[in-house]
C-alpha cells in the first residue's frame, strides 16, 4: 500500500503532545532570580533543558551530520549558559526575547568573533522556529548590533598534498577522499561520502543533495588530466560503490579519516579547497588572485572587474557557496 503524507491534524497532534511532555519534563520560565526560594537545584533544570533540546534536534534532523551535530552543541552550550545567566525552570518551548538578548550580551562581552556569533543566532532562530516562536529571535542580526563578518584577508590558506603525507596513509578510501579534494575542492563530508559511478558525468562532476552542506546538488567540471585520473582511480577502487567501506557508517569513516590525517600529519584540510579556489581563479581570469600576490579589486580596470566577478560568481557555485562575496575568503579582494 503506498505511503501517505501524514495528515495536518496528524503533524499538530504529535507536535502538541511533544511539547506536553517537555512542559512536563522542564516546567515553565522566570526571570533571573537569584532568591533562594526560587533557586532551582543546580543541575536538574539544566540538564532537563540539555535534554529538551536535544530530543528536538533528534527530531529534527535538518542539514547536513556536521549541521546537525554543530547545532547539538551550539544548544547545548546555549542551555548552560542561560542557566548560568539565572534563568531557572526554563523549558524548550519557554524561549524569548529576553534570553537571546542576555545570551548576545555575554557573547559580545567574551569578545566572539561576528562570523561564531551569526553561527550561534542561526541555531536559535532553527529552536525557535520549530516551536512556531520565529518572532523570538529577530531577522537580522542587526537589531543586536552584531558586525557583518570580515572576508579579506588577502593572505593564502591554500595547501597542497606532500607525497611524503600521502605514504603515511595506511586507509586507501581516506587517501582518495583526500585526493578529491584537492582535485575538485570538495568538503571533506563530500569526499567521504563520494560515488563515482553516480557522480562521474563525462565532463562535469555531479555531487548529490545528500552529500552537500545544506543539501544542494552541485556540478564541478572535469577540465584536466589530473582530475580524470583521480576519478580513475577512486572507481578501480571502489567500483560502483563509495569510498565509506560496506559495512561501515559515515561516522564510522569519517573517525577513520581523521585519525588518518593525523597520522600523516595533514592538520586542517580545508586550505585544499582554497588551493582548487587559486588555482580556479586564476584559471579563469588569467592573472593570480589578491591571495597569491595578484592585483586587488582597486587595482583592476572596469573590464577586468567583470571578468574578476563573473570568476568568483563561478568558483562560489563549484565549492557550493553561491554567493560571490564568500570567494573573499578562498582568493582575497
Known amino acids: ?27 515553565g520560565d522566570s526571570e533571573p532570580d537569584d532568591s533562594a526560594d526560587d533557586f532551582a537545584p543546580a543541575g536538574d533544570t539544566m540538564r532537563n533543558l540539555n535534554y529538551q533540546l536535544k530530543q528536538l534536534c533528534h527530531r529534527n534532523r535538518d542539514g547536513s551530520f556536521a549541521t546537525q551535530a554543530e547545532r547539538e552543541r551550539t544548544l547545548a552550550l546555549v542551555a548552560t549558559q542561560l542557566h548560568e545567566l539565572g534563568f ?15 545570551l548576545v550580551e555575554r557573547w559580545t562581552e567574551e569578545g566572539l568573533s561576528a562570523g561564531t556569533m551569526k553561527n550561534r543566532m542561526a541555531h536559535l532562530r532553527w529552536w525557535a522556529e520549530k516551536l512556531d516562536k520565529a ?12 558586525a557583518d563578518r570580515h572576508f579579506v584577508t588577502n593572505v593564502s590558506k591554500a595547501s597542497a598534498l606532500q607525497d611524503a603525507q600521502l605514504e603515511r596513509l595506511t586507509d586507501t578510501n ?19 561520502k563520494f560515488n563515482v559511478s553516480f557522480a562521474d558525468r563525462g565532463v562535469v562532476l555531479v555531487l548529490k543533495a545528500s552529500w552537500c552542506k545544506g543539501g544542494k546538488e552541485r556540478e564541478i567540471p572535469i577540465r584536466t588530466a589530473e582530475q580524470r585520473a583521480v576519478l580513475d582511480t577512486v572507481r578501480s577502487h571502489c567500483g560502483k560503490g563509495s569510498l565509506i567501506p560496506a559495512g561501515m557508517t559515515y561516522k564510522a569513516q569519517l ?14 584540510v580545508h586550505g585544499l579547497r582554497h588551493a582548487y579556489a587559486q588555482a580556479r581563479y586564476q584559471e579563469l581570469t588569467g592573472w593570480p588572485c589578491p591571495a597569491q600576490g595578484g592585483p586587488t579589486s582597486r587595482q583592476l580596470t572596469p573590464a577586468q572587474k567583470a571578468l574578476d566577478r563573473a570568476a568568483r560568481l563561478e568558483i562560489s557555485r563549484e565549492l557550493g557557496h553561491e554567493r560571490e562575496q564568500v570567494t573573499a575568503i578562498y582568493v582575497g579582494r
Not at 88 to 102: F, I, M, T, Y
Not at 135 to 146: E, L, P
Not at 174 to 187: D, H, I, K, N, V
Not at 257 to 263: R, T
Open 1 to 27: 500500500m503506498p505511503r501517505t503524507k501524514p495528515s495536518v491534524d496528524a503533524q499538530e497532534s504529535f507536535w502538541r503532545a511533544f511539547f506536553h511532555e517537555l512542559e512536563i519534563l522542564g516546567g
Open 135 to 146: 518572532s523570538m529571535v529577530a531577522r537580522s542580526n542587526d537589531a543586536y548590533g552584531i
Open 255 to 268: 573517525d577513520r579519516f581523521k585519525h588518518q590525517c593525523s597520522l600523516a600529519g595533514i592538520h586542517g
Open 88 to 102: 531557572r525552570n526554563l523549558s524548550a518551548q519557554g524561549l524569548k526575547p529576553k534570553h537571546v538578548d542576555a
Open 174 to 192: 581516506s587517501r582518495l577522499s583526500l585526493e578529491l579534494q584537492a582535485a575538485f575542492g570538495l568538503r571533506r563530508a563530500e569526499s567521504i
